[in-house]
């Protein structure tokens, strides 16, 4: 989504932000955006969100995601990318990609228990999942 100029948190142009950004992005992997988003959901809550975005590389999708800080260290975000692994490889994808920086502990933590190859590369950390063998399952 991209940056909105008003206080930190769920602002109305915030919300207004994430949703006219949501809507651009209903055309699905094939649409004009070529992504596709999930909210995240606890507790019957819309707690974030994770999304991929096809890539001009064949069989590539690059993922991001955010989670509202009440909803970290839950192991949301593990689950949720490896639901969105499980949905680029239902799509014919076969490598999910992801950009972050090596201070992103969060982030780090979640690449790697969803097998993530790793590599920094000026200052950003680079993230390749190839779905061409076993699916994380826990």
Known sequence: MPPVQAPAGWSLARRE????????SFGGLDGPTRTRMYAIVAGGEVVGMVRMTRCDEP???????????SARGQGLGAAA???????????????????TTPDNQGAVSVLRKCGAELREENGKLRAKMCLDSALPTH
């Open 59 to 69: 069989g590539t999708v690059e993922t991001g995601m955010w989670l509202g800080r």
């Open 17 to 24: 932000a994430f949703r006219e950004f949501y809507r651009a």
């Open 81 to 99: 990318l490896r639901e969105l692994l499980h949905a680029a490889a239902a799509a014919g994808m076969h490598s999910v990609v992801a950009e």
